[in-house]
């Protein structure tokens, strides 16, 4: 048994049975699909109230519906969120400090897969763009409400990214500081694996700023394991080789159980005061020596301050 009593094996649910979150809020980011949507739901049936940050509205509004059929004493809303644009991103924060909600945990688990090169309306290659520095952006603007929240409640707060084992894949030297938006040595897989790798760094750099700053808030990643979802699905991204997509169907875990890292990391009291590490399977686990590297995670930080100015 691993050390957390959970495994491969163990669902969403199960994760988090017994543990009342009522009282806590929570943005999770992609919850139209896939682990979105069950981390979504497991949270509200655990009493958390869920805000559903979400680029397709009126999907995340049937989202919303189901939950609430389900557990009609859910509190879920939908808001608007694009990661693939900064002002999009500044709007939504806005809109969230507007409403005057504490937030106890953010979960940033939207994001996309390798497609061909594009460049967003902030000319930052869109990969990057949405699985790193959307969420760098908004984790950075929301910090203040998270520490404000965490210094009221006496509850410690907790940021989860939800990364990958594609992180390995990334290229040779990691981040392509000099390179990010070079279309000419662009690879979409290994564009991919860099903006996972970010999301490690990310929240390692940013797990040892809150250390120093003696702020009860952590920071952790985490691979969830391979999900059956709709970022693999070879129409709606070409670049994906249609017999790898059906070896992900295959083999694929389904989204009850790829939810359970994230659920466990953000709810699961083992967790409390862990943080700057990496989860698989609801168990501490080690990245690759590039997704350890606090050089490559301060440069990260570095270049990502300088890219959302």
């Not at 939950?67 to 608007?80: C, R, S």
């Not at 688990?109 to 520095?133: M, Q, V």
């Not at 970022?231 to 989204?255: D, Q």
């Not at 686990?285 to 050089?295: I, K």
Request: proline fraction near 3%.
């Amino acid at each position: 048994m691993a050390p957390s009593g959970f495994s491969t094996s163990s669902t969403a649910e199960e994760v988090t049975q017994g543990i009342d979150g009522t009282g806590l809020t929570a943005i999770v980011s992609g919850t139209t699909h896939g682990i979105g949507t069950e981390t979504a739901r497991v949270l509200a049936l655990r009493g958390v109230h869920v805000i559903m940050a979400v680029r397709n509205v009126i999907a995340a509004g049937e989202v919303k519906e189901a939950i609430l059929k389900e557990i009609p004493t859910a509190k879920v809303d939908v808001m608007k969120l694009d990661l693939s644009s900064l002002a999009s991103v500044r709007k939504f924060v806005s809109d969230f400090k507007s409403s005057g909600l504490p937030l106890n945990i953010l979960i940033n688990n939207a994001g996309i897969s390798a497609g061909p090169f594009t460049l967003t309306e902030d000319n930052i290659e869109l990969t990057f763009a949405t699985n790193h520095i959307g969420q760098f952006l908004l984790t950075n603007l929301l910090l203040d409400t998270m520490k404000k929240t965490t210094h009221q409640s006496k509850k410690e707060g907790r940021i989860v990214n939800v990364s990958s084992d594609g992180h390995q894949f990334t290229y040779p030297e990691g981040i392509r500081f000099d390179k990010i938006n070079d279309q000419s040595s662009y690879y979409s897989w290994h564009a991919y694996g860099q903006s996972k790798l970010a999301n490690i760094l990310h929240a390692n750099e940013l797990a040892r700023r809150l250390k120093e700053d003696g702020v009860e808030v952590t920071a952790n990643s985490l691979h969830p394991g391979c999900i059956i979802t709709n970022i693999y699905h070879p129409e709606l991204h070409g670049s994906v080789p249609a017999g790898n997509y059906h070896i992900i169907r295959i083999y694929g875990l389904s989204r009850k159980y790829g939810a359970a890292t994230t659920c466990y990391v953000a709810l699961n009291p083992q967790v409390r005061g862990v943080s700057g590490k990496y989860f698989v399977d609801s168990n501490l686990a080690e990245p690759s020596s590039q997704g350890r590297d606090t050089d490559l995670a301060k440069k990260l930080w570095d270049l990502s301050m300088k890219m959302i100015e």
